[in-house]
């Protein structure tokens, strides 16, 4: 008779994915190791910021009360920046507040407090602690090494973020392509808490989130961002890796271009650098995800290529968050049944592909190929700032109404009016 394992399940990586899955699996009584690489969950952890919570308050219902949020996002402003001008479009709703389904958050601070959650359900929690390879027995997986020690159980959780060396290594996954990868540039810049409220327009715990596109990423492929925390603003590009390499460009280059932008010197103007990093973002899509579920093993999170970027939003935690709850009812079925192969796990593939995640990866399955379109990132913010320019630039030459104004405008970029059409259907079929 084979050993009996040293656990029931295995999470390697404290990420959102990790962390909740080990949660919710030691809240139904199995006994979970969640292995992370940092010095503490969190340390090495990387994100934007946004994370559209609705998903997260369903695991925790007093998420927003007693996790470390930062601010309750009810503004997101959409913002085509040219070299000397931008163009946005500004949304505030109370709605959004009221609702609480976006919230700004740092993930040093609601990471560790995720893993807090984890402990206090019974799983142990192992920092420090980077995992080396998958066991295999076959073709199963049976559990993992780190350094000389192996450890043992009826289910691997590969919980390990974009790049997933764990499942790439062990040769179940293939290396993403670099049309199918993003590089993610953040800093983070420390300002008083009354200068963010002043000059954002802010108050109590609300924020505002912009996403900017357009001159930031110097022709580029991809685009900006500045979230609002409590005393800190997240400011951050996330761009095409192929193209990057492409137009020969280097990413700290084009960041500080971004930062001297006349919007963005303004937002961030006074704020010391207390934090910069870099870190690849999924950009692929539903064709990214491939197979996620193995013998004894499955994919949440980042490693199972989730994430989604429509230029509107960059979603990840939700889609991990999500992925989780998938995942640790198809293995605590599993487990119950005695059948952790790829068919005894299958049911997490199945609950997957009918959530919220499945549902939008497909609904937004031609995003990224829409957001390859060059024209989004000069012609059409430069395009619309002309029209504008034409409008409330008053000199003494007589004005003409705004239709011929714009088709004149449109004349003179060399866009022909047929290409706006196509580009604008394709921009609604895609988001
Ligand atoms: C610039 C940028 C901006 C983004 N903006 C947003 C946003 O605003 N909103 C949003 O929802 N998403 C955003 N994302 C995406 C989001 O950050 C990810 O989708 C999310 O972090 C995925 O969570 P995860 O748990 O799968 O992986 P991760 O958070 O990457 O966690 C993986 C964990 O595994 C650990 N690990 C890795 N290898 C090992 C190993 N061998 N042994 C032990 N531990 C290991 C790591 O240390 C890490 O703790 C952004 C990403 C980037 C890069």
Redesign the pocket.
């Known amino acids: 008779m084979a050993d009996e394992p040293d656990f029931d399940v295995i999470v ?7 962390t909740v899955t080990a949660y919710l699996l030691a809240q139904q009584g199995l006994s979970v190791v969640l ?4 010095e503490a969950p969190g340390s ?9 919570c609705t998903a997260m308050k369903s695991v925790f219902p007093n998420f927003l009360d007693e996790a470390p949020v930062e601010r309750l996002i009810d503004r997101n402003e959409i913002v085509f920046l040219n070299a000397d001008s931008w163009v946005g479009i500004d949304y505030g709703d109370r709605r959004l507040a009221k609702a609480g389904t976006a919230v700004t958050v740092l993930r040093a601070h609601v990471d560790a407090w995720l893993a807090e959650q984890a402990e206090a359900a019974g799983a142990m929690v192992m920092p420090g ?3 080396d390879a998958l066991l295999k027995e076959g073709s199963r997986i049976v559990g993992v090494k780190a350094g000389e020690d192996e450890l043992r159980a009826r289910v691997v959780v590969a ?4 790049n997933s ?2 499942a790439r290594d062990a040769g179940l996954r293939p290396k993403p392509a670099t049309d199918q990868q993003a590089l ?1 540039v ?1 800093a983070l810049f420390k300002l008083d808490r009354a200068v963010i409220e002043d000059r954002f327009g802010l108050d109590g715990n609300r924020g505002v989130a912009y996403s900017l596109v357009g001159d930031c990423s110097q022709g580029v492929g991809g685009g900006g961002f500045v979230y609002t925390n409590k005393e800190t603003l997240s400011v ?1 590009l ?1 761009l095409r890796l192929d193209d990057l390499v492409k137009k020969g460009k280097r990413s700290t280059d084009v960041f500080d271009h971004f930062l001297e932008h006349p919007l963005v010197d303004a937002m961030v103007r006074g704020g010391e650098l207390i934090e910069y990093g870099s ?1 690849l ?1 999924n950009e692929g899509g539903e064709k990214m995800m491939g197979q996620i579920v193995f013998d004894g093993l499955v994919l949440v ?3 199972s290529g989730l ?1 989604l970027n429509t230029g509107l939003t ?5 889609l ?1 968050t999500g992925a989780a709850i998938a995942a640790a009812k198809g293995i605590a079925e599993a487990i119950a049944k005695g059948d952790t192969s790829a068919t005894g796990l299958a049911a997490y593939k199945r609950e997957l592909d009918a959530s919220f995640v499945g549902q939008d990866m497909h609904t937004y399955a031609k995003a990224p190929h829409f957001l390859e379109n060059e024209r989004m990132y000069g012609q059409y913010g430069q395009l619309m700032a002309d029209v504008l320019h034409e409008v409330f630039c008053l000199d003494t030459t007589p004005r003409k109404h705004l239709l011929p104004t714009a088709r004149g405008v449109l004349k003179q970029s060399g866009i022909k009016l047929t290409r706006l059409g196509k580009d604008g259907m394709e921009g609604v079929r895609a988001l």
């Open positions: 390697i990586g404290a990420g959102v994915a990790g292995i992370e690489r940092g090495k952890n990387f994100s934007g910021g946004i994370m559209y602690v980077k995992v919980a390990d973020g974009v060396f764990i993610g953040k951050g996330v870190h973002v999170g980042d490693a994430t960059v979603r990840g935690m939700d991990a």
